[in-house]
């Protein structure tokens, strides 16, 4: 059986060019049609071809590099430097351009505001396209790992706590060197003491900068590595991170908005990411979809009035619990038009109360002595008040929220959510292996999000009409 062996030594009569390695429909060639698609005066990036000095990258060809190196797991600034020498079609896409790992770094640091602008573009690329019909949106949200230790993040109280323990060493130590200068034989050495309060003073003057931010800030916790992240929790434990939003679009999967908040929970995301897509795709979207963690009903509100159809679950429906209790507040009747509620044992319970504070009505029996001698006594309440019911000052609109999503038709809408919404954070996570942001602060994680949402949505433009049908559509 014979064998092939390599020869690289071997010397050609004509040797090919760069292009002739990457083949036609080689991936690598529609992230480089896409990058020049862009409009890069939009994206907040000036070109000035009559600079003067030493030659800068072309922006582009760097937008290229982070674009198709997020997109393949490569982010770090070494990885790809160490990609544009050893592997081809970075090569052929950086057209043999080499930058350092610092000028890579130094880009994507500089103009983070402009790639977070990216997805932008891409989404009404994708519009363009007919690739996104804006009928219907998913949101959903995903929690990233700060680049930064949960260990160093302080709370209030513990400063104020060090900073009183630190006054004291601090006039410890002016007491000791007034000592020292009457009794100088006996005590240690000034220079020693010196240094000592030197040290002192220098963090006094740090935590009381990290307590007038908290102050500014309104905030009872503080990173003092990356102080815009916030404390998350996911499956891997709790850290220090970002809640990553994207809004998805029903018709082909793809991301039309992304945005990073230190919030820990979706609950005042709804009505901002909704509108913020409807910005980009320029219409009103005919359905609005999101999980549970998203019901805050003002929120939800701000969507439906304007027309458009809310499909989220409330508490027990996203948890699918059937209503057993034969004394559960909804075996209660509640008449309108005398606001009142009728139990099961048809005794009328009214109003009594308004609570603000949790936007709440009260409804409780006229004569409490009915609900103690009530055969239910016992299973229905226990309380010597008798049976308390609270109505929410929305309680129609709730309703209202809840029966829409129950609809056969909204019900299958919904179950479209997981395969549309959730797919783009799985591919993120563990296909390119980015589960932490690399840049700190909120414009950072918001411009790296934003080249994740890129590069997926990128993916799913190759798998709908192949590397050549992309290069065409965009190059018509």
């Given at each position: 059986?014979?064998?092939?062996?390599?020869?690289?030594?071997?010397?050609?009569?004509?040797?090919?060019?760069?292009?002739?390695?990457?083949?036609?429909?080689?991936?690598?060639?529609?992230?480089?049609?896409?990058?020049?698609?862009?409009?890069?005066?939009?994206?907040?990036?000036?070109?000035?071809?009559?600079?003067?000095?030493?030659?800068?990258?072309?922006?582009?060809?760097?937008?290229?590099?982070?674009?198709?190196?997020?997109?393949?797991?490569?982010?770090?600034?070494?990885?790809?430097?160490?990609?544009?020498?050893?592997?081809?079609?970075?090569?052929?896409?950086?057209?043999?351009?080499?930058?350092?790992?610092?000028?890579?770094?130094?880009?994507?640091?500089?103009?983070?505001?402009?790639?977070?602008?990216?997805?932008?573009?891409?989404?009404?690329?994708?519009?363009?396209?007919?690739?996104i019909t804006g009928n219907t949106l998913f949101v959903d949200g995903s929690k990233f790992r700060a680049n930064a230790g949960i260990g160093k993040t302080?709370?209030?109280?513990?400063?104020?706590?060090?900073?009183?323990?630190?006054?004291?060493?601090?006039?410890?130590?002016?007491?000791?060197?007034?000592?020292?200068?009457?009794?100088?034989?006996?005590?240690?050495?000034?220079?020693?003491?010196?240094?000592?309060?030197?040290?002192?003073?220098?963090?006094?003057?740090?935590?009381?900068?990290?307590?007038?931010?908290?102050?500014?800030?309104?905030?009872?916790?503080?990173?003092?590595?990356?102080?815009?992240?916030?404390?998350?929790?996911?499956?891997?434990?709790?850290?220090?991170?970002?809640?990553?939003?994207?809004?998805?679009?029903?018709?082909?999967?793809?991301?039309?908005?992304?945005?990073?908040?230190?919030?820990?929970?979706?609950?005042?995301?709804?009505?901002?990411?909704?509108?913020?897509?409807?910005?980009?795709?320029?219409?009103?979207?005919?359905?609005?979809?999101?999980?549970?963690?998203?019901?805050?009903?003002?929120?939800?509100?701000?969507?439906?009035?304007?027309?458009?159809?809310?499909?989220?679950?409330?508490?027990?429906?996203?948890?699918?619990?059937?209503?057993?209790?034969?004394?559960?507040?909804?075996?209660?009747?509640?008449?309108?038009?005398?606001?009142?509620?009728?139990?099961?044992?048809?005794?009328?319970?009214?109003?009594?109360?308004?609570?603000?504070?949790?936007?709440?009505?009260?409804?409780?029996?006229?004569?409490?002595?009915?609900?103690?001698?009530?055969?239910?006594?016992?299973?229905?309440?226990?309380?010597?008040h008798g049976r308390e019911i609270h109505r929410y000052l929305d309680e129609e609109y709730r309703a209202q929220i809840a029966h829409c999503y129950a609809?056969?038709?909204?019900?299958?809408?919904?179950?479209?959510?997981?395969?549309?919404?959730?797919?783009?954070?799985?591919?993120?996570?563990?296909?390119?292996?980015?589960?932490?942001?690399?840049?700190?602060?909120?414009?950072?994680?918001?411009?790296?999000?934003?080249?994740?949402?890129?590069?997926?949505?990128?993916?799913?433009?190759?798998?709908?009409?192949?590397?050549?049908?992309?290069?065409?559509?965009?190059?018509?």
């Amino acid at each position: 059986m014979a064998y092939r062996y390599g020869e690289r030594t071997q010397s050609v009569l004509f040797p090919q060019s760069i292009d002739d390695y990457v083949s036609a429909d080689d991936p690598v060639r529609a992230y480089d049609a896409f990058v020049e698609q862009l409009d890069l005066e939009a994206l907040g990036i000036t070109i000035n071809e009559r600079n003067t000095g030493c030659p800068a990258y072309a922006p582009k060809a760097m937008l290229k590099l982070l674009l198709y190196g997020y997109s393949y797991g490569e982010r770090s600034s070494r990885k790809l430097e160490r990609a544009v020498h050893h592997n081809i079609s970075f090569i052929w896409l950086m057209g043999k351009l080499k930058p350092d790992h610092k000028t890579i770094a130094r880009f994507r640091r500089n103009h983070r505001q402009a790639i977070g602008n990216l997805l932008k573009q891409c989404a009404r690329m994708c519009v363009e396209l007919d690739l996104i019909t804006g009928n219907t949106l998913f949101v959903d949200g995903s929690k990233f790992r700060a680049n930064a230790g949960i260990g160093k993040t302080q709370r209030k109280a513990t400063l104020q706590e060090q900073l009183t323990v630190i006054d004291q060493h601090i006039a410890q130590i002016l007491a000791d060197a007034d000592a020292a200068d009457e009794h100088e034989r006996n005590d240690p050495s000034l220079v020693k003491m010196s240094k000592d309060l030197s040290d002192k003073q220098a963090l006094q003057a740090k935590i009381k900068t990290l307590l007038e931010t908290m102050d500014s800030t309104q905030t009872t916790r503080f990173n003092t590595t990356d102080p815009d992240s916030c404390i998350v929790k996911s499956r891997q434990g709790t850290h220090a991170g970002y809640n990553a939003q994207i809004t998805v679009d029903d018709a082909h999967g793809l991301i039309v908005h992304s945005d990073v908040v230190n919030e820990s929970n979706d609950i005042n995301q709804f009505a901002k990411q909704i509108k913020a897509a409807e910005e980009i795709i320029e219409k009103q979207v005919t359905n609005a979809c999101a999980d549970n963690g998203y019901v805050n009903y003002e929120q939800l509100k701000q969507v439906s009035n304007a027309g458009t159809t809310v499909i989220v679950p409330s508490k027990k429906q996203a948890q699918h619990k059937r209503i057993d209790n034969p004394f559960d507040k909804e075996q209660f009747c509640y008449d309108m038009r005398t606001d009142q509620y009728r139990c099961p044992a048809g005794q009328l319970l009214e109003l009594k109360k308004i609570r603000q504070d949790k936007q709440v009505k009260v409804y409780r029996i006229k004569q409490t002595k009915m609900c103690r001698r009530c055969q239910y006594y016992n299973q229905c309440t226990n309380s010597k008040h008798g049976r308390e019911i609270h109505r929410y000052l929305d309680e129609e609109y709730r309703a209202q929220i809840a029966h829409c999503y129950a609809q056969p038709e909204n019900q299958t809408i919904y179950a479209r959510r997981k395969t549309k919404a959730e797919l783009p954070f799985g591919h993120m996570k563990y296909n390119l292996k980015a589960g932490a942001f690399l840049l700190r602060g909120l414009l950072g994680a918001r411009a790296e999000l934003s080249l994740l949402g890129c590069c997926f949505n990128i993916s799913r433009m190759i798998t709908l009409l192949g590397v050549t049908g992309v290069i065409k559509q965009l190059h018509p």
